[in-house]
């Protein structure tokens, strides 16, 4: 039997996803002039686990650049490598280099071969540069054979070339059906020259030129991180020795104890003997001068979390939803019945109720997704347009731990991106500029992301020049739309999401070609959210983007028309009135305009837009609902409102089709389907009449 | 239109085909009943606004929001009266659960090709294109509908058509 090694691709494509984004995290985070070595280990254990990965899968191109950026790092983390600025954008640009190889074998295809060529040299030129650099005389490969010696303790003893070595492992509870598979997945490392078998403890002595990690990378796949213990067995410690006397020789007393223990039967004889043997070891390392390294990758979190497919956590959230209906009925089912003969019951439903609640919050929670998924790609974004861009741009994130929905915050990405590019070409000015301004040369960019009761609020504000109001209302002038002076600033600044709208002077690649704020205004409304813009002259933007934290639940008011129940999202909902017939304004006859403290609202009938018999006629024995939509206001008629609840969105389109004016539909209390009006499309019919009428008197215009 | 008629009944092998067997006034009709997901009594629906007549609404199936359509309606076969053997068919077409209202199921039979005969065609409102044939066991004479091209058939407005 052997192990398909291909079922665990998947997982190494993830970790190695994960692995890079980190590493791009902390290139990004180090100061080049004063590396924190703990960010530098980081840096090269997420190197050294992907080439791991990367060399048991045969993804040669991805193992071969990893290498090679390893090196430089193992170098740079011993300070044998001067770091700078262009040093790291190669880094970085290594890294985005891996995420196309890695994109490439994942669609099972060879990485670009050229690319990999060129970013070897690039490696390979920067590896020669500073050797030359680190001039003082013990010279890179000095360098190189301390970092080994230093990293041997961990138990991951890199072996130089022509130097025999082996490795000792103790592996824990292996089932015996897959230890024979383990074995000749070992195998393929070297040979192995003993094995013992010892219940589910299995022994070997591997002769291997690989290191421990890498092989531990492997079983990695397969065992857990603590059920694996490696040991070098040092074949010729003498040739080392000279180097770092201290290290080699306790290393060459653990690997003996280690050995010894691994006489005894039992895998609980083994471990304390290795425990001291690793103790021991760390002793070296304050002997041998070194900084302890900390244990190889953040075990903790790892096993503190848990994957799983996304269709798993709908169809749960499904089922809640089913749960918190079914037990809705119920309760309607139980108000019926007399409280005082019934008492015990009547606990009993309300606890259900609160437990099916708590238990839908819980299951919705899972979906959540902190906004640093979103925010932590722009740190490298920033710094590469500023630098595009001749601009110094400082970017603080704000709030990277709030909770957002994973749907919509992988729709955000997009929007968001596009309002940051455009701060920093448009918003923020250039460093002559700033300060002949009086403002450091250095613009700030704040993301920052907070709740604000069922909704997130982000915010991207920059301290750059804010909108300009001429510029923006001569550029729409000149586009066609109507404007005028009298206009308010936040009408204004809502000018520049017309579609083609464009201020900057000269069109770049990085935006200003009016092509985006349209469509990331239309993104945001689509997830059920809007745009504010707050700017002020010289001193910045603030564009702040508000949204529902899910699309799964609604805050939801019924209403009833004839005998028909329409669900309206809470959040579209001004105030609700009943108007006397003095409010009532006929134009043209039939159609109706409400005057609401000094404004003129077209009124939306809905019995007639559904075409609801039986519903009531008369404006004023109606309630009209005043609702907002695309910051246009208008009045809604129903015959009665019936209740707020929170209601769980059903997508109608599985089975059916769009419907006009209806966004979705849901379940009530009953186990009836009740409709969710859709208010941007209702406030958009107003519009197309009000659009047909004027036509219309224009056409009666002309033939009279 | 005869060779798509045709080519339908290739499908139906000489083993024998089962057909869920149901009336619409005194009419028989047969679907296949490999697409029938389960036969349930007719609850209320909720009426959507602005669709074709024979779309009698939506309703809630254990959580899953499934149109209804009433085949006397669809048919011309006058308006049904829903009555307390009114039943709803539960289809599972492609991925689409769709609900019919039929006046009543009466049995599941086997049709072997040989009791199969292509529809002629006739002028009314159910084309010979959504039709596999006429099947007769015994003295009755059943209308056998391919009720997945039917209904997703443009006509039937039950899904978006392709912008």
Same mark, same amino acid.
């Given at each position: 039997m052997s192990i398909d090694i291909t079922e665990f691709y998947q997982t190494f494509f993830e970790e190695a996803a994960e692995l890079l984004a980190e590493m791009e995290q902390q290139?990004?985070?180090?100061?080049?002039?004063?590396?924190?070595?703990? /960010?530098? !280990?980081?840096?090269?254990?997420?190197? !050294?686990?992907? &080439?791991?990965?990367?060399?048991?899968?045969?993804?040669?191109?991805?193992?071969e650049t990893t290498h090679l950026l390893e090196n430089l790092l193992d170098r740079a983390r011993h300070g044998d490598l001067q770091l700078d600025r262009a040093t790291i954008d190669i880094f970085l640009e290594t890294k985005d280099m891996l995420s196309d190889q890695l994109e490439a074998y994942r669609q099972q295809t060879e990485p670009d071969a050229e690319a990999f060529a060129r970013i070897c040299q690039v490696l390979k030129t920067l590896a020669e540069e500073g050797s030359e650099q680190a001039a003082v005389a013990a010279a890179a490969d000095n360098g190189e054979v301390s970092a080994h010696a230093a990293e041997a303790p961990q138990g991951g003893s890199e072996s130089e070339p022509g130097q025999p070595e082996g490795l000792q492992l103790i592996l824990h509870k292996v089932p015996a059906e897959s230890a024979d598979a383990l074995l000749e997945e070992l195998a393929l490392f070297g040979e192995i020259s003993e094995q013992k078998r010892d219940g589910e403890t299995l022994r070997v002595m591997l002769a291997t030129q690989n290191s421990g990690d890498d092989v531990r990378a492997v079983l990695g796949f397969v065992l857990n991180e603590d059920q694996i213990e490696i040991q070098p067995i040092q074949a010729d410690a003498a040739a080392d020795s000279e180097l770092a006397p201290a290290v080699q020789s306790e290393e060459v007393a653990a690997s003996a104890a280690a050995a010894s223990s691994a006489e005894p039967a039992g895998a609980n004889a083994a471990r304390p003997d290795t425990?001291?043997?690793?103790?021991?070891?760390?002793?070296?390392?304050?002997?041998?001068?070194? &900084?302890?390294?900390?244990?190889?990758?953040?075990?903790?979190?790892?096993?503190?979390?848990?994957?799983?497919?996304?269709?798993?956590?709908? /169809?749960?959230?499904?089922?809640?939803?089913?749960?918190?209906?079914? /037990?809705?009925?119920?309760? /309607?089912?139980?108000g019926e019945l007399d409280p005082v003969v019934h008492g015990k019951l009547m606990s009993g439903m309300n606890q259900l109720q609160r437990n099916a609640r708590d238990l839908q919050e819980a299951v919705m929670s899972v979906r959540m997704m902190p906004m640093d998924y979103v925010f932590s790609r722009f740190p490298r974004?920033?710094?590469?347009?500023?630098a595009k861009l001749g601009k110094e741009v400082e970017l603080e994130t704000v709030g990277k731990s709030t909770e957002l929905d994973k749907s919509l915050i992988e729709r955000i990405i997009d929007p968001l991106t596009h309002l940051v590019r455009n701060s920093l070409d448009h918003g923020i000015e250039s460093p002559e500029k700033r300060a002949a301004a009086g403002k450091p040369t250095a613009g700030r960019l704040t993301l920052a992301a907070q709740h604000q009761g069922g909704n997130i609020l982000i915010e991207i504000s920059d301290d750059g020049a804010g909108l300009s109001r001429d510029r923006i209302l001569a550029k729409a002038a000149q586009s066609g739309l109507s404007v005028s002076e009298s206009m308010s600033d936040d009408e204004v600044w809502q000018l520049i999401f017309a579609p083609g709208f464009s201020t900057a002077d000269q069109v770049t690649d990085v935006s200003g070609r009016g092509v985006g704020m349209d469509v990331v205004k239309r993104n945001i409304q689509q997830m059920g959210g809007h745009v504010d813009i707050v700017s002020n002259p010289g001193q910045g933007t603030s564009i702040r983007i508000v949204l529902p934290l899910t699309l799964a639940i609604l805050d939801g008011m019924s209403v009833r028309v004839g005998d028909e129940i329409y669900i309206l999202p809470l959040s579209a909902i001004m105030e609700s009135m009943q108007v006397s017939e003095e409010h009532i304004n006929t134009v043209t006859g039939s159609e109706r305009l409400l005057f609401v403290r000094g404004e003129y609202l077209p009124l939306v009938e809905l019995h007639r837009v559904f075409d609801i018999p039986g519903a009531e006629q008369d404006v004023t024995r109606g309630i009209v609902i005043i609702v907002q939509s695309e910051g246009r206001h208008f009045g809604l008629l129903v015959d009665q409102l019936i209740g707020q609840h929170q209601v769980v969105v059903k997508n109608l389109e599985t089975n059916y089709r769009k419907v006009n004016g209806v966004s979705a539909a849901t379940i009530l209390g009953d186990g009836s389907v009740a409709l969710i009006l859709d208010i941007p499309a209702l406030s958009r019919t107003t519009r197309d009449r009000e659009k047909a009428r004027l036509q219309a008197n224009v056409n009666r215009g002309e033939t009279a | 239109m005869m060779d798509a008629a045709a080519r339908d009944l290739q499908k139906v092998d000489n083993e024998g085909h089962e057909f869920l067997v149901f009336r619409l006034g005194d009419e028989e009709y047969g679907i296949d009943i490999l697409k029938v997901q389960e036969i349930r009594g007719y609850e209320g629906v909720t009426r959507i606004a602005n669709?074709?007549?024979?779309?009698?609404? =939506?309703?809630n199936l254990r959580g899953v929001i499934v149109p209804i359509v009433d085949l006397r309606l669809r048919f011309d076969i006058g308006s049904a009266e829903y009555t307390a053997q009114t039943v709803v068919i539960v289809l599972n077409i492609?991925?689409? =659960? =769709?609900?019919? =209202?039929?006046d009543g199921v009466s049995d599941v039979l086997t049709l072997t090709s040989e009791q199969i005969k292509p529809a002629p065609e006739f002028g009314s409102s159910l084309s010979t294109q959504y039709l596999t044939g006429l099947g007769s066991v015994e003295e009755r004479m059943l209308i056998l509908v391919d009720i997945e091209k039917l209904m997703s058939s443009e006509e039937m407005a039950l899904v978006d058509e392709v912008v």
């Amino acid at each position: 039997m052997s192990i398909d090694i291909t079922e665990f691709y998947q997982t190494f494509f993830e970790e190695a996803a994960e692995l890079l984004a980190e590493m791009e995290q902390q290139l990004l985070a180090l100061d080049p002039d004063e590396p924190d070595t703990e /960010q530098l !280990h980081a840096i090269f254990r997420a190197a !050294h686990s992907i &080439k791991g990965g990367a060399g048991t899968f045969g993804f040669t191109v991805l193992q071969e650049t990893t290498h090679l950026l390893e090196n430089l790092l193992d170098r740079a983390r011993h300070g044998d490598l001067q770091l700078d600025r262009a040093t790291i954008d190669i880094f970085l640009e290594t890294k985005d280099m891996l995420s196309d190889q890695l994109e490439a074998y994942r669609q099972q295809t060879e990485p670009d071969a050229e690319a990999f060529a060129r970013i070897c040299q690039v490696l390979k030129t920067l590896a020669e540069e500073g050797s030359e650099q680190a001039a003082v005389a013990a010279a890179a490969d000095n360098g190189e054979v301390s970092a080994h010696a230093a990293e041997a303790p961990q138990g991951g003893s890199e072996s130089e070339p022509g130097q025999p070595e082996g490795l000792q492992l103790i592996l824990h509870k292996v089932p015996a059906e897959s230890a024979d598979a383990l074995l000749e997945e070992l195998a393929l490392f070297g040979e192995i020259s003993e094995q013992k078998r010892d219940g589910e403890t299995l022994r070997v002595m591997l002769a291997t030129q690989n290191s421990g990690d890498d092989v531990r990378a492997v079983l990695g796949f397969v065992l857990n991180e603590d059920q694996i213990e490696i040991q070098p067995i040092q074949a010729d410690a003498a040739a080392d020795s000279e180097l770092a006397p201290a290290v080699q020789s306790e290393e060459v007393a653990a690997s003996a104890a280690a050995a010894s223990s691994a006489e005894p039967a039992g895998a609980n004889a083994a471990r304390p003997d290795t425990g001291a043997a690793e103790g021991g070891t760390r002793g070296a390392d304050a002997k041998g001068g070194e &900084k302890p390294r900390p244990a190889p990758r953040a075990g903790a979190s790892e096993s503190s979390s848990l994957r799983v497919s996304i269709e798993k956590i709908d /169809q749960i959230i499904n089922l809640v939803g089913e749960l918190v209906i079914t /037990q809705s009925m119920l309760e /309607q089912g139980a108000g019926e019945l007399d409280p005082v003969v019934h008492g015990k019951l009547m606990s009993g439903m309300n606890q259900l109720q609160r437990n099916a609640r708590d238990l839908q919050e819980a299951v919705m929670s899972v979906r959540m997704m902190p906004m640093d998924y979103v925010f932590s790609r722009f740190p490298r974004l920033v710094r590469d347009l500023a630098a595009k861009l001749g601009k110094e741009v400082e970017l603080e994130t704000v709030g990277k731990s709030t909770e957002l929905d994973k749907s919509l915050i992988e729709r955000i990405i997009d929007p968001l991106t596009h309002l940051v590019r455009n701060s920093l070409d448009h918003g923020i000015e250039s460093p002559e500029k700033r300060a002949a301004a009086g403002k450091p040369t250095a613009g700030r960019l704040t993301l920052a992301a907070q709740h604000q009761g069922g909704n997130i609020l982000i915010e991207i504000s920059d301290d750059g020049a804010g909108l300009s109001r001429d510029r923006i209302l001569a550029k729409a002038a000149q586009s066609g739309l109507s404007v005028s002076e009298s206009m308010s600033d936040d009408e204004v600044w809502q000018l520049i999401f017309a579609p083609g709208f464009s201020t900057a002077d000269q069109v770049t690649d990085v935006s200003g070609r009016g092509v985006g704020m349209d469509v990331v205004k239309r993104n945001i409304q689509q997830m059920g959210g809007h745009v504010d813009i707050v700017s002020n002259p010289g001193q910045g933007t603030s564009i702040r983007i508000v949204l529902p934290l899910t699309l799964a639940i609604l805050d939801g008011m019924s209403v009833r028309v004839g005998d028909e129940i329409y669900i309206l999202p809470l959040s579209a909902i001004m105030e609700s009135m009943q108007v006397s017939e003095e409010h009532i304004n006929t134009v043209t006859g039939s159609e109706r305009l409400l005057f609401v403290r000094g404004e003129y609202l077209p009124l939306v009938e809905l019995h007639r837009v559904f075409d609801i018999p039986g519903a009531e006629q008369d404006v004023t024995r109606g309630i009209v609902i005043i609702v907002q939509s695309e910051g246009r206001h208008f009045g809604l008629l129903v015959d009665q409102l019936i209740g707020q609840h929170q209601v769980v969105v059903k997508n109608l389109e599985t089975n059916y089709r769009k419907v006009n004016g209806v966004s979705a539909a849901t379940i009530l209390g009953d186990g009836s389907v009740a409709l969710i009006l859709d208010i941007p499309a209702l406030s958009r019919t107003t519009r197309d009449r009000e659009k047909a009428r004027l036509q219309a008197n224009v056409n009666r215009g002309e033939t009279a | 239109m005869m060779d798509a008629a045709a080519r339908d009944l290739q499908k139906v092998d000489n083993e024998g085909h089962e057909f869920l067997v149901f009336r619409l006034g005194d009419e028989e009709y047969g679907i296949d009943i490999l697409k029938v997901q389960e036969i349930r009594g007719y609850e209320g629906v909720t009426r959507i606004a602005n669709a074709p007549d024979f779309i009698k609404g =939506v309703t809630n199936l254990r959580g899953v929001i499934v149109p209804i359509v009433d085949l006397r309606l669809r048919f011309d076969i006058g308006s049904a009266e829903y009555t307390a053997q009114t039943v709803v068919i539960v289809l599972n077409i492609g991925h689409r =659960v =769709v609900g019919i =209202v039929v006046d009543g199921v009466s049995d599941v039979l086997t049709l072997t090709s040989e009791q199969i005969k292509p529809a002629p065609e006739f002028g009314s409102s159910l084309s010979t294109q959504y039709l596999t044939g006429l099947g007769s066991v015994e003295e009755r004479m059943l209308i056998l509908v391919d009720i997945e091209k039917l209904m997703s058939s443009e006509e039937m407005a039950l899904v978006d058509e392709v912008v």
